[in-house]
């Protein structure tokens, strides 16, 4: 269970400093608008780190994915100098769009007026009929 652990807060070590790096150094055009590192899961002998990054903008999406892929080299070094681990995880980025998801559907749920119904999941009070 112990090993589990360690690896969990690894993981949480690396989102955060992986976010701090890409926020302060990258001046990267294509990393702009709203975005944030949802998780990171490294594998237990520390080889790999997989990276999920969400994007509120679609069309932002796909280049600010390729912006860190082609950044992975610098991000991998930078984040070797930050954490006191033996070496640092090869980074692999993906898209992470759970955010976008629970948006997408607060806003189907919202037109469709089911938000509407209050707390209680009461339904609407019947129309009288004249």
């Known amino acids: 269970m112990k090993a589990f652990q360690r690896i969990d807060r690894i993981s949480e070590e690396v989102r955060r400093e992986l976010d701090a790096i890409i926020r302060e150094e990258l001046n990267d055009p294509r990393i702009d608008g709203t975005w944030s590192i949802t998780r990171a899961e490294v594998t237990g002998d520390l080889r790999f780190a997989k ?73 609407p009070e019947p129309e009288e009929n004249a």
């Open 51 to 123: 990276i999920y990054v969400s994007v509120l903008e679609d069309e932002k999406r796909e280049p600010l994915i390729e912006a860190l892929k082609n950044a992975k080299g610098y991000l991998r070094r930078v984040l070797g100098k930050r954490m006191i681990i033996r070496s640092s995880p090869e980074l692999l980025f993906f898209s992470d769009r759970n955010i976008a998801y629970g948006v997408h559907i607060a806003k189907v749920l919202a037109e469709t007026g089911i938000a509407d119904q209050g707390e209680e999941g009461t339904s």
